[in-house]
């Protein structure tokens, strides 16, 4: 049973995909603690109703990033888990938390890794005028987004899509890919190998 440890901070759809996944007996992991950047995160919400112990480790409660990241990091190491899943957590996380973790953290994208890093990437397709869009679940690194790609979702981009019709079309294929991808790390089926992933090559 992999033990997760999730950050979001926002609507935390994925976090609920998740925690919905096992209800259902279809993913073997337990939630350990989910963390936010922002109090408000609806995320928080949805981890309290699941009974599982939520918090927010706000920024501007800190001095600096590094500070930040301390306290947060060693809140989620306390609870010990075994992967950490950023999952819309919107925060840089500083290099050198990241440094000591390679392989223990996994981000969720809204895009075809390496296109379109970084915000509003449902926008900066449409006015690219690509054909296709999806997401991309990968291991984290200091590089912004950067981190070797583990598994893709592919969307077509329709005549007449906004960003917001984009977003829904990506985040349908989120879910599935995240669960997909998490089955897979908690039966390592796949893992971190130096800078890359060593997969089954699925
Ligand atoms: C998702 O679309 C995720 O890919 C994106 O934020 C959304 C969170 O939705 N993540 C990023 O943009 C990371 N830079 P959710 O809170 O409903 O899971």
């Given at each position: 049973t992999l033990r997760l440890a999730v950050l979001a901070s926002g609507r935390g759809s994925n976090l609920q995909a998740i925690l919905d996944a096992i209800d259902a007996g279809t993913l073997d992991a337990d939630v350990v603690g989910v963390w936010s950047?922002?109090?408000?995160?609806?995320a928080l919400v949805r981890a309290r109703d699941a009974g599982i112990p939520a918090r927010a480790v706000r920024?501007?409660?800190?001095?600096?990033r590094a500070a930040h990241d301390a306290a947060l990091f060693d809140a989620i190491d306390a609870a010990a888990p075994d992967l950490i899943v950023c999952?819309?957590?919107?925060r840089l996380i500083g290099a050198a938390v990241l440094e000591m973790r390679a392989g223990q953290l996994v981000n969720i994208h809204p895009?075809?890794?390496?296109?379109?890093?970084?915000?509003h990437t449902h926008q900066r397709v449409l006015d690219a005028g690509v054909a296709e869009h999806g997401c991309s679940v990968h291991f984290v690194t200091a590089e912004l987004d950067g981190g070797p790609v583990i598994a893709q979702a592919r969307v077509p981009v329709l005549a007449g899509d906004d960003a917001s019709t984009l977003a829904g079309r990506v985040l349908a294929r989120e879910h599935p890919l995240l669960l997909e991808t998490l089955r897979r790390i908690a039966s390592g089926r796949v893992c971190w190998h130096e800078e890359g992933v060593h997969a089954d090559g699925r």
């Open positions: 950047d922002r109090s408000d995160a609806q920024p501007r409660d800190f001095a600096d999952a819309g957590y919107m895009s075809l890794l390496p296109a379109f890093k970084g915000l």
